[in-house]
Structure formats: structure tokens, C-alpha cells
């Protein structure tokens, strides 16, 4: 959260941020984008969350980040704006180059940022269409003294070809103590000390799986002590 801050504060400086979160399933990327989504009152947001069935279909990710600042589409140069125009079926020609498309997007956040700072939110980044990931990618490397913030959160083991060379937030599991602490907190009945350890040792932290696994409980399995 404190990481996260700064880029806030940055960004509203005019010293554009980018950050990644990279981390496994449940380890609350989530949760911290929710948390940027909190303090930002007074920006301009825009959110994009990537989705598994709509990888084959080129651009469904970057119009989820675009469609709220599309009234700012008037404002670019004539070929950006047809550009993205085209890709957002708006208008209709050939398929416009992607650098062009990367161009426009990037034109379309300044002017945005120039009325109001910007946070482009992603979730998910691991599910991204390839040229939404791409064009994502190609703004967020060439983002310099707008008043724009890009924080988006991607999956290990999915998501690593993704948004690849930006700074980086590596979510990691909970310590011992915190996640003891997170389990009792959700567990409804005495749980044996050694029984505590051996799910907090298995779970590395996880927040999902300390929350997740009492609520499959009833009270005969957490009277089963180690047979659970």
C-alpha cells in the first residue's frame, strides 16, 4: 500500500508511474488495485479486466480502458484518431497499423490527463487479447510528465510474457505470524496448535487459501483434529 501511494503521488505531481503486480492466484492483487481504486477520488479512472474468452478477440481489452475517455477522441490528430476509431468499430477502413493504434492510445490518456490526473486500473493482465497487452505495454514505456498512473495486476505462472520489462511489485505470501493471524480470525472453534501450523505451513501465506479453507469446514471436520 505504501508502494502504491507513491506512485499516486508521483503521478499527481506529473511524474507518470507504471507499476505491475505479479503474483499467484490469491495473493491479493485484487484486493490492492481496490485499494488504489479507494484513493483516488478526484481522477479520472479507467479500469480494464482481462478475460479469458475474449483473448482471441484483438483490441476487447484496451476498449475496456478506452470507452470511458472516448469523447476526448475528437482532440487527437486526424490518423490516430481514425485509428483508434477503426479498432473500436467506430469507422470503418482496413486494419490500421499498431504503432499508430499505440500513438493514439497514448495521445488520447495526455489529453485526458491534461483536464484531470488519470489511473488506468488492469486486472488480470494475464487474459489480455495480445494486442491490447501490446499496445498497454507500448504506453505504459513511453508515459513521462503526465499526470497519469498505469497499475496493473498480473498472474505468475500466466501471466510472465505479459507487460514485460515495467517496474514490478512482487505480491508474496503472508508471514507466519500474519497468516496465523488470518486464519483464527476466520475459524469458528478451538483448532489445535500443531493443526494451525501444518495449514499455515501449506498454505505459503496465501490469503485466498487461509480465507477459503475454513469456510469449507463444519463443526464435526474441526473436531477431526489431524484426520482433517
Known amino acids: 500500500c505504501e508502494a502504491l501511494d507513491g506512485v499516486l503521488t508521483d503521478a499527481l505531481a506529473g511524474r507518470s508511474r507504471v507499476v505491475v503486480l505479479r503474483g499467484e492466484a490469491g495473493s491479493g492483487k485484487s484486493v490492492l488495485l481496490g485499494y488504489v481504486s479507494e484513493r483516488v477520488a478526484g481522477w ?3 479500469t480494464a479486466v482481462g478475460v479469458e474468452s475474449e483473448m482471441e478477440l484483438p483490441y476487447s481489452g484496451l476498449h475496456q480502458l478506452c470507452a470511458p475517455v472516448l469523447d476526448y477522441l475528437e482532440r487527437l490528430p486526424a490518423p490516430q ?3 483508434l476509431a477503426t479498432v473500436f468499430g467506430l469507422s470503418a477502413g482496413p486494419a490500421p497499423d499498431r504503432f499508430l493504434v499505440g500513438l493514439a492510445t497514448l495521445t488520447l490518456f495526455a489529453e485526458v490527463a491534461e483536464r484531470q490526473p488519470l ?3 488492469v486486472d488480470d493482465a ?3 487479447d495480445e494486442a491490447s497487452g501490446q499496445i498497454i505495454g507500448f504506453v505504459a514505456r513511453r508515459l513521462l510528465a503526465e499526470r497519469i498512473a498505469l497499475v496493473c495486476a498480473a498472474r505468475t505462472g500466466l501471466g510472465e510474457d505479459v507487460l514485460v520489462r515495467l517496474p514490478e511489485l512482487s505480491i508474496r505470501g503472508l508471514g507466519d505470524s500474519d497468516a496465523l493471524a488470518l486464519l ?3 475459524v469458528h472453534g478451538p483448532l489445535d496448535a500443531a493443526v494451525c501450523e ?4 501449506e498454505s505459503h501465506g496465501n490469503p485466498l487459501a487461509l480465507l477459503e479453507l475454513p469456510r469449507t469446514w463444519n463443526a464435526a471436520e474441526l473436531a ?5
Open 184 to 186: 483464527l480470525d476466520n
Open 81 to 83: 484518431r481514425e485509428a
Open 224 to 228: 477431526g483434529g489431524f484426520g482433517l
Open 198 to 201: 501444518q495449514i499455515v505451513t
Open 126 to 128: 494475464q487474459w489480455l
Open 44 to 46: 479520472h479512472v479507467a
Open 119 to 121: 489511473v488506468c486500473i
